[in-house]
């Protein structure tokens, strides 16, 4: 593994995005049902960050039809990954970790 270079993100730092970034971070996809349960917001809560953070670049939504219904889900984007980690980095820098 590369290590990244520690660079502080204003995108990824509001906490509900952080916790969003650091779910996405651990698995390919994750359905954005799961995502709200797990960070503990509204849907609409969550669909302004998620925007934010596809707006920026870092995560994709992809909505398909399962069982007659539409499932959003969300992943990383390789550019959410690097900032993502470059921001963690960061948090470690600042915190003499």
């Known amino acids: 593994m590369t290590a990244v270079q520690p660079v502080f993100d204003g995108v990824i730092h509001p906490p509900p995005r952080l916790q969003i970034c650091g779910l996405l971070a651990a698995v ?3 359905d954005f049902a799961v995502v709200r349960e797990s960070v503990g917001v509204s849907d609409s809560v969550l669909s302004k960050h998620v925007r934010q953070l596809e707006e920026a670049g870092y995560v994709a939504v992809r909505k398909a039809t399962r069982a007659a219904r ?3 889900s969300l992943a990383l984007t ?3 990954r690097v900032a993502f980690d470059a921001h963690v980095a960061e948090l470690r820098r600042i915190a003499g970790v």
């Open 28 to 30: 390919d996809t994750m």
């Open 70 to 72: 539409v499932r959003t």
């Open 78 to 80: 390789d550019a959410g």
